[in-house]
Nanobody, 121 residues
Framework: QVQLVESGGGLVQPGGSLRLSCAAS????????MGWYRQAPGKERELVAF???????NYADSVKGRFTISGDNAKNTVYLEMNSLKPEDTAVYYC???????????????WGQGTQVTVSS
């Protein structure tokens, strides 16, 4: 089994910062990439950012210049540093990992349970 455990969500004022963490554990053989998605009430889940095992990153246009994704391959952990937060960043943030388990031959997507981020004064 594989688990993705997120932490770091909460309530912050507009213009503030938060740092999300996500640690993957379990029967992991290799991780292709890890990332963050978010889902606001009444909206579809959308990609926020992801990072590959080699360190390449990709961001949604709405967060470029404000959010930074980083990873620690040794710890199977990904971080999302969020600065200059806006009310429209309010959502449940989900950690995602495309990985291969020790028992499989094909990489598959795994998800965390989500952490709430609320940006409000």
């Amino acid at each position: 089994q594989v688990q993705l455990v997120e932490s770091g969500g909460g309530l912050v004022q507009p213009g503030g910062s938060l740092r999300l963490s996500c640690a993957a554990s379990g029967s992991i053989f290799s991780i292709n990439n890890m990332g963050w998605y978010r889902q606001a009430p009444g909206k579809e889940r959308e990609l926020v950012a992801f990072i590959t095992r080699g360190g390449s990153t990709n961001y949604a246009d709405s967060v470029k210049g404000r959010f930074t994704i980083s990873g620690d391959n040794a710890k199977n952990t990904v971080y999302l540093e969020m600065n200059s937060l806006k009310p429209e960043d309010t959502a449940v943030y989900y950690c995602n990992a495309l990985l291969r388990t020790r028992y499989g031959t094909i990489a598959a997507n795994y998800w965390g349970q989500g952490t709430q981020v609320t940006v409000s004064s």
